[in-house]
């Protein structure tokens, strides 16, 4: 490894706990953002037949039903997640006995 790249990792590890929260936060608010331009830009391509001035109900109920697809599956994909971290310990611990 060369000095530079061990002179940032110290860097980083002597960072403000405060500072990295705060970047950790602003982190996750990005990738918040990105992914519902992600979601909107996937629904607007299955959704959106013939762009109009308004809004047709047929288009809304498909952006709706679209949306809370995707919503259901990441609080479904985010629960699982938290489950596996939750008994991930337990059951290592049981295997080192």
Same mark, same amino acid.
């Given at each position: 490894? %060369? ?45 959106? %037949? ?21 919503? %259901? ?25």
């Amino acid at each position: 490894m %060369d000095s530079s790249s061990s002179s940032s990792a110290a860097g980083l590890g002597s960072m403000d706990p405060q500072l990295q929260h705060f970047i950790e936060v602003e982190t996750q608010k990005q990738r918040f953002q990105q992914l519902v331009h992600q979601i909107m830009e996937l629904c607007w391509e299955k959704c959106m %037949d013939k762009p109009g001035p308004k809004l047709d109900s047929r288009a809304e109920a498909y952006f709706v039903n679209c949306i809370e697809r995707f919503i %259901d599956t990441s609080q479904f994909i985010l629960n699982r997640l938290e489950q596996t971290q939750k008994y991930k310990p337990v059951f290592s611990e049981s295997l080192s006995d």
